[in-house]
């Protein structure tokens, strides 16, 4: 299973982003997928996260400006930014689980850098 995140880019604050993860190569439906940052020198923290039936969960830190995705038949998710900060600079990533398959499947990350 490959997981394929993009989208992230360099942006002024107060601006909008979308990320986009793909996933591919499972041989049974994608069940939930996840978003996470990370920022230097910290953890990495859950965003969003939504289930193969549509129901998302948002962060509080971030749940009036982040909303979550997906087309189940193209086994696609989105992560829309608003109203972005500096401190949402962090590499983003997603994180896949497939329904009857033990394994956690990450992307490499896309940076999303913003400018104040």
């Known amino acids: 299973v490959q997981v394929v995140e993009s989208g992230g880019a360099l942006v002024q604050a107060g601006g909008s982003l979308t990320l986009s993860c793909v996933v591919s190569?499972?041989?049974?439906?994608?069940?939930?997928i996840a978003w996470y940052r990370q920022a230097p020198g910290n953890q990495r923290d859950s965003v969003a996260a939504?289930?193969?039936?549509?129901?998302?969960n948002i962060a509080d830190f971030v749940k009036d400006r982040f909303t979550v995705s997906r087309d189940n038949a193209k086994n696609t998710a989105w992560l829309r930014i608003n109203s972005l900060k500096p401190e949402d600079t962090a590499v983003y990533y997603c994180n896949a689980r497939v329904l009857l398959d033990p394994g956690d499947y990450w992307g490499q990350g896309t940076q999303v850098t913003v400018s104040s």
């Open positions: 190569g499972s041989k049974f439906p994608v069940n939930s």
């Open positions: 939504i289930n193969s039936g549509g129901s998302t």
